[in-house]
């Protein structure tokens, strides 16, 4: 990466964490910082666009339309308008906001204007995030935040949701792992996103079966 990338990089750090002083926990700069780190480490494995990729992870929820009444709009809006200042081509402009409007999850059926590495790259590591334990604590802080349930036997979760399903759906903490994190080891595009999305699945499904029998008396 040269001097002057890095320096921009730096900038948008600092933009960031700003703009982010005061979010949820589940989704405040912490969350931008890990994701910007695996992804990152993704990208030197697959050999794909280090400025690009650091970019989209740093700038992915910049605005997370879920704190926005669903509006998908603010978010690559605020980035452009950022990127924009700093004289960047539109190009990378262009590359970078595909990652961000493509990245989450609710937009997964939905066809990329440019289906490229560095959006898999980005998409594997926000993922990534989402699982694990990690993901866990980042599920029961929203739910805590949305003063949902943790859980309530009595509470199916809901498969198959349609996008706008989703985006509205108050379900309890514990359905959600069925209705979304469980998904996310089989939507990995990258070599390590797959392997390390085993692992992470795995001490989620362990996780569960603690809690069910805690939940229970059993144990």
């Not at 929820?61 to 004289?87: C, S």
């Not at 402009?93 to 990652?99: D, E, F, G, P, S």
């Not at 949701?161 to 996310?184: A, D, I, Q, R, S």
């Not at 989620?204 to 229970?216: R, S």
Request: aromatic letters at 12%; hydrophobic letters at 40%; charged letters at 35%.
């Amino acid at each position: 990466m040269e001097d002057w990338q890095a320096h921009l990089i730096e900038q948008t750090r600092n933009f960031v964490q700003s703009a982010l002083r005061d979010a949820e926990s589940g989704h405040d700069w912490w969350h931008i910082f890990r994701v910007w780190k695996l992804a990152e480490k993704i990208a030197r494995e697959e050999k794909a666009d280090l400025f690009v990729v650091s970019l989209g992870a740093l700038l992915h929820d910049i605005a997370d339309a879920k704190f926005y009444k669903g509006d998908e709009t603010i978010g690559p809006r605020r980035a452009q308008q950022f990127l924009q200042k700093q004289n960047l081509s539109e190009e990378i402009i262009r590359k970078v906001l595909n990652i961000i409007r493509y990245v989450s999850f609710k937009n997964r059926d939905e066809i990329p204007e440019e289906n490229s590495k560095e959006l898999h790259i980005v998409r594997d590591a926000d993922r990534l995030d989402a699982i694990g334990a990690i993901g866990i604590a980042r599920a029961f802080s929203f739910g805590g935040f949305k003063k949902r349930e943790m859980y309530n036997p009595s509470v199916p979760p809901r498969l198959g949701m349609t996008k706008e399903e989703y985006k509205k759906n108050e379900g309890t903490t514990v359905n959600h792992f069925y209705e979304k994190l469980f998904l996310l080891k089989d939507m990995m595009h990258t070599p390590a996103g797959k392997r390390l999305a085993e692992e992470r699945h795995r001490f989620m499904e362990q996780y569960l079966e603690e809690f069910y029998a805690e939940w229970q008396g059993e144990k």
